[in-house]
């Protein structure tokens, strides 16, 4: 079709016009996606740390995520006055500081432990009250009894503290959700820990957006959703981002030809440079990845964390699904909590007979670096795992991508692998996902509770969590059904 | 390191402003509606990536 020049530009114009409007009904709603900022309750958390206090230089920017901080309610700790926070800031100061004169709670069942590491134990006081006042009175410089009644008192009376200063050793888990944004369970199952979890004794570590960078951008080539919904038992719903494996390259741009990856040197292709657990142990001043994988690591370094467990999701036709992959110090614990998986039998509400929980444990490669099961192994103290579990929206099998792909796991594609073997394990519904992260948890904690020794020998005791859903109970309630509704 | 990123940014995004005035520039010369409509379509990612909005 000849054109003359005023139809041309009429043309044109229109055209310009349509992909104006396009571009920016579209850039509004990837603007949305990327600020939208997903809602996590947090009424039983005692501290929110940020990763730049671990990472400076993250500090203001999109990836400075939370880490959620829940203290046993019977964990024994130093009531002081906050004047005196920076003399006690640390174990040291504590045990010698001269002069200081300590009470002690007589029903406290760490009292012995407590007393042992101050200089002055003054033992015989009845009840925490009495320590309360001494350390306001002043008659008292350093009171020891249970986290549950200084928080109370903190809570109270702006003038008291608790100590930085560890009185009493305690074990601590770190749980990772939202490593890969487009493996929902991990997060999911990070946040039933997070608004549920009642920590008895010990440390309880969450982070729920471990790369916060990935959820402000959605996979390329993926047509993925930019969100899914969970129904609460209200019948509210709550909203939850479905982003990337990768750091948003707003962040973190160009790729090189090639990654390679500090300190190991091992090289890996381009796009693994954006990816957080090809990043570990990170680097302060590395690139904007290897600086959150840097907090990670030092959040356990720093908070000396007995154990870690990252949650993930792999495609149905990717061999290490339902699976817990192990640094080699924690196989005993991987093999024991395999163990009490496969041995777990109940009946579901609609009388589906749950008769174990198949789950694999795999080593992690001596040679494979970057990953949190290698280096956070090598690089701290700390137990480290990975599990999986099987994802339908990450795999390349499926047909249309939406957001009942992501919950309910159902494809006719996914359908047909299956019938024909060619999966290592068929996609389920988030529910079972959710609940076998769950119970791979806290089958992990119970492995640990056996011995309650850290790997370097040191015998710490329990770790006791309560109030987690079973795998039973998510199965049959819903994974939404434990969420709280949004405030 | 982080001086060297934002140079490359700085001309990534130049690159980026100039390919789309290339575009618009070609979907007004060019007299094929077929050609128009596809300059429109590609002008859309450049100019969410220009804003760095995707």
Known sequence: MKLTKKTNLIITSCILVVAIVVGIVTGIEFYDFSNYDTYFYTGNVDEIQKYSQYSPLLKGTVGDSNIYVMHGSENTVALIKAEDAQTYASVESLNNHDGAIVVAVSDSDQMTAASATVTKPVNGLADANQVINAVKSGSATVGILRYEDAKKAVEEDETLAIAQAEVEKVPSLLILGGTHANEPSGQITATLFLENADVQRGTLYITTETNRSAYTHSQPQEASPFYYELETASGSTRTFKFGSRATNTNQQWPNPDIYTHSPSGQQLSSSEVRNINRAYPGSVDGNYTERVAYAITQCVLQNDISMVIDLHEASPEYITINAIVYHQDAGYLAASAQLAMELYVETAADGTFINGVEIKTDASPTELHGLTHRELGDFTNAYVFLAESSNASQGKLRGKFTSDLIITGEDKFYEWADQLGLLYAAPVHINERVARHTITVTSIVDAFNNSGTTRLGENVGQLVINNVPSYVEIYDNGVGYYLHDVE | ?54
């Open chain 2, 1 to 54: 390191m982080a001086v060297y990123y934002t140079i490359l940014t700085v001309i990534y995004l130049a690159l980026v402003a100039i390919l789309s005035v290339f575009i618009v520039w070609n979907v007004f010369k060019t007299r094929k509606i077929t050609d128009k409509v596809i300059g429109a379509i590609a002008l859309i990612m450049f100019v969410l990536r220009l804003f760095l909005i995707k």
